[in-house]
């Protein structure tokens, strides 16, 4: 998936969290939830919607560093060059 | 029964009258959107028969008996006071000739709720003040919630000047939003300052370490799957479930000059509506349910109350009401009662505070829990013992 793909990805997603916001109101280097008034639990369900489209199951360890949109496609791009450790070593 | 003729018990002690209901007490108006039934259908108790919308969103109503839909007397359409009529029940005469089988509406929820239309909040209320029929756009949005964008796109197609509307497309319950916003908050004034004028409030506070609590939390969370995960609010919803068990006085209703306690925790929760507002929608049998359960309920109720769907007994038959304003950045919430309850436990902000403990200084996460309760049903001494037993419980929350 291109980075594009995956931007994309997450505005769909996070446009079911807060259907009041469009993908043109996001600028891409603030922080998200400063910008879209998400709490705890919408956070989580975005984690759960991505976890759906993108196969990734993001642990709470990294939440922190995925404050801005810009950075979660960063993250992504990065897990799907690297999948998660292989299960045999 | 057999055959029912009209004298054997009476039309006026069979009929029954099926009202706007109060789905919060600060609600004064409702929009019946929908009907789920119509005159000769037999309905059960507790089977949603319409949508009712408020400022807080769309709710699915139930009936309130076992019976045979004799009359609706409100359209679609019409907003309508708290109390009034909406449909009469009865045994009609020629209830023998109607279907013995109606297609009612299941009382399961979910099928319910699976082909509703869903919008967000403030869609609905654009699309109401621009006049636009929602169902027209639910066709393609298909599988998710109607955007405010996509009404506005709509108002576009259908209006030459979408933006200051200043005929709108006459729809009988649609206020201009200012009237509507001014209306919301009109009836919160007058819902909360009924509370303070009545209910004799005490306000306890005290501040508990949730550093075993979050270790925990953090643990399970790590081995578990993200949509298994468990917010921290969650379990403070649990610890009180559980110590109201101890605590009955705290839940139940004052009503009639008396405290008459509930024989089950329906916890209710305030959430935060995206639009503005706030309702309190009830976990039902919060102390019978497991931590992973109770998230799985709130998760399915904030969903719910942000997307429409929520049921109006889940507005009115909560036993006390949980509010957690941590996600707002405040430390300690003071909560008004909503009546006829007789307790509101707050939660703040979880942080990091110096804390003693075993004379030793360290650095805790650390969530204020406030109590607001009615003088009348209980005392400080019980409702101190009360938030004793939260912490407590938080101490040890594999134990819950």
């Known amino acids: 998936m291109t980075r594009d793909q995956i931007r994309a990805t997450l505005l769909e997603a996070l446009s079911r969290i807060a259907p009041e916001v469009g993908a043109a109101d996001i600028d891409p280097a603030a922080n998200l939830r400063d910008q879209i008034d998400i709490d705890s639990m919408d956070f989580l369900n975005f984690m759960i919607l991505l976890r759906q489209t993108l196969g990734v199951d993001v642990p709470e360890t990294d939440y922190p560093t995925l404050r801005t949109l810009d950075a979660c496609v960063d993250y992504f791009a990065a897990k799907q060059a690297a999948p998660a450790a292989p299960a045999a070593r | 029964m057999p055959m029912t003729t009209l004298d054997t018990a009476g039309a006026a002690g069979t009929a029954n009258a099926f009202r706007m209901p109060s789905l919060g007490a600060d609600m004064e108006f409702g929009t019946l959107v929908r009907w789920h039934a ?46 009034t009529v909406l449909a009469t029940f009865g045994e009609a005469p020629r209830v023998a000739a109607a279907p013995q089988i109606p297609p009612t509406p299941t009382p399961e929820a979910e099928s319910v709720l699976t082909p509703r239309l869903r919008a967000s909040p403030v869609a609905r209320r654009r699309a109401a003040e621009l006049g636009i029929d929602l169902a027209a756009l639910w066709h393609d949005a298909r599988d998710h919630a109607i955007t405010l964008a996509e009404v506005e796109r709509a108002a576009g197609r259908a ?13 009988p319950s649609a206020p201009p939003a200012g009237d509507a916003r001014l209306a919301m908050r009109r009836a919160v004034a007058a819902a909360v300052s009924r509370a303070n004028r009545d209910i004799p409030h005490y306000y306890l506070s005290t501040p508990v370490s949730l550093r075993r609590a979050l270790d925990w939390l953090r643990d399970r969370n790590a081995v578990s799957p993200v949509d298994q995960r468990i917010l921290p609010a969650a379990l403070l919803l649990k610890a009180v479930a559980t110590a109201l068990r101890e605590f009955p006085e705290l839940n139940g209703f004052y009503t009639e000059g008396a405290f008459q306690p509930a024989p089950a925790v329906h916890l209710g929760v305030a959430i935060s509506l995206r639009t503005g507002g706030l309702i309190a929608p009830a976990i039902h049998d919060a102390d019978g349910k497991t931590v992973g359960e109770i998230m799985e309920a709130l998760r399915d109720l904030v969903r719910r109350a942000r997307e429409g769907g929520l049921r109006g007994s889940e507005m009115t038959d909560a036993t006390i009401t949980v509010t957690n304003l941590g996600d707002e950045g405040v430390d300690t919430v003071l909560g008004v009662i909503y009546p006829p309850q007789v307790a509101l436990v707050g939660f703040g902000r979880i942080a990091e505070r110096p804390w003693a403990d075993a004379g030793m200084l360290g650095v805790h996460p650390v969530v204020t829990a406030t109590l607001a309760a009615d003088h009348r049903a209980t005392d400080g001494h019980y409702g101190g013992r009360f938030l004793a037993a939260i912490d407590r419980l938080l101490q040890a929350p594999e134990a819950m």
Do not use: H, Y
């Not at chain 2, 969103?57 to 139930?62: A, I, K, L, M, R």
């Not at chain 2, 209006?159 to 709108?168: D, K, N, Q």
């Open chain 2, 38 to 83: 119509a005159p000769g259908d037999r309905v059960a108790r507790g089977a949603v028969i319409a949508e009712v919308e408020t400022e807080k969103g769309v709710f699915s109503v139930e009936s309130p008996v076992d019976g045979v839909v004799a009359e609706l007397n409100v359209a679609p359409g019409t907003k309508v006071p708290v109390g």
């Open chain 2, 159 to 171: 209006a030459p000047a979408p933006v200051t509307p200043e005929l709108p497309a006459p729809t």
